[in-house]
């Protein structure tokens, strides 16, 4: 597994795939792509395929973690701005996780 894949967190937020991807700019095929890729990789189902994409325990349990995660490197990104530097965007993050 390479990292988080930071859809599965705009899918629960949004509640719905086609919702997912208009909100991160991306076809709702992409969305269902990358989800389904990193369910295979986890080894785990995150959703139940039903229109309203309805969390698995297993699901629950991730999404409260990258949450958590997202959160973080939202408020360090905006101390770094704050003190001036601007050189580290969420987006590098992915790198690490």
Known sequence: MAGIEWDILAVANAGLLAGAARNI??????VL??????????????????????????????IAAAGQIEDTVTSLSANW??????GFRKRHWRRFL
């Open 81 to 86: 701005r704050q003190a001036g530097w601007t």
């Open 25 to 30: 700019g991306v076809n709702h095929t992409t």
């Open 33 to 62: 792509r990358r989800v389904g890729a990193f369910e295979t990789g986890l080894g785990l189902r995150l959703f139940e395929r039903m229109p309203t994409g309805v969390l698995t325990s297993g699901g629950e349990e991730l």
